[in-house]
């Protein structure tokens, strides 16, 4: 590691050697989360106050142990980095990462994903979004789904519904836009899909478009680049109303460690079971980007 005294985040004091401490451990709680998928590191080498980047190419200069994932994108290819050991995590972090966004998919077959996530964005300076997240997991489990929850470490909540990867992201991407039309159809004071934040008028987001191709999302028991180093933490339904999306941060988390798995098991996504509650709520069917997240 080099200079574990550097500050990352300015305002608590916290050091790179903590946040390598950190990742290192939680590993055994994050690594299943991480392995097999492509990502993208939010890496912020003068500290979260000073400008950060997103990156999704595996520079030349990573060691041969960090698995390259070369996926096609218009007009070429993104050769992602993966992580898949202890080793990888501390090496990454050790290169100033704070955050990690995972594919909802993984290898061996990166078109099949293993998990659909709809994102739960409050209007600026909004209250936590608990009855939109209680919203989302009724419209999940009215298909057939049981879907897991997630603090961000921002202000919102995920709701993930891990799923059999027996479709591609065109269907699965489809599946979470009329999953998120028929909450927002449900909820229409309450929350929106409304891409423009001039046309959600103080409603909560309803965000689906992590389950695109190539698109990301933040991994459980990543760090966020804000003051306190909150965590993105998988917790229970039970534990809903007690936690803030920023309840958990790199001083607490690590005392979850050992607990039981919050999320239930996978289930099979029915597509006909989600278009028929889609058109129950006359939730229109019509993709409006491409699998490069282009607009038809």
């Avoid at 392995?35 to 106050?49: A, C, K, N």
């Avoid at 007690?242 to 941060?249: A, E, L, Q, S, V």
């Amino acid at each position: 590691m080099s200079h574990p005294e550097k500050v990352l985040f300015p305002q608590d004091g916290i050091t790179k050697g903590e946040v390598v401490d950190y990742y290192r451990a939680v590993a055994d709680a994050m690594l299943p989360h991480l392995r097999g998928r492509p990502l993208t590191l939010q890496r912020f080498p003068s500290g979260i106050e000073e400008s950060g980047f997103m990156q999704k190419n595996a520079p030349e200069y990573f060691p041969e142990s960090i698995e390259r994932i070369e996926v096609p994108k218009e007009g070429g290819t993104t050769v992602h980095p993966s992580c898949d050991s202890v080793d990888d995590l501390v090496y990454l972090v050790n290169q100033n990462t704070i955050t990690f966004h995972i594919w909802t998919s993984r290898l061996p077959d990166l078109d099949r994903p293993d998990r659909l996530v709809l994102d739960l964005d409050p209007p600026k300076g909004g209250e936590p979004p608990r009855e939109a997240a209680r919203a989302a997991r009724q419209v999940m489990e009215d298909v057939g789904l049981s879907p897991g929850l997630m603090t961000t470490g921002s202000s919102g909540y995920h709701v993930v519904a891990l799923i059999e990867p027996h479709h591609d992201f065109d269907a699965v991407g489809h599946a979470a836009r009329l999953l998120a039309g028929v909450v927002a159809a449900r909820h229409p004071e309450a929350t929106t899909t409304a891409f423009s934040k001039k046309d959600r008028a103080g409603r909560v987001f309803v965000d689906w478009l992590r389950n695109r191709w190539a698109q990301s999302t933040v991994c459980p028991w990543s760090l966020r680049p804000r003051p306190g180093a909150p965590v993105a933490m998988p917790i229970s339904w039970e534990e809903l109303d007690d936690t803030d999306p920023r309840r958990w941060t790199i001083r607490d988390a690590p005392e979850r460690l050992g607990t039981d798995d919050p999320w239930p098991a996978a289930a099979s996504l029915d597509l006909e079971a989600v278009a028929r509650l889609a058109a129950e709520h006359d939730v229109g069917a019509d993709e409006p980007f491409d699998r490069f997240g282009r607009k038809r």
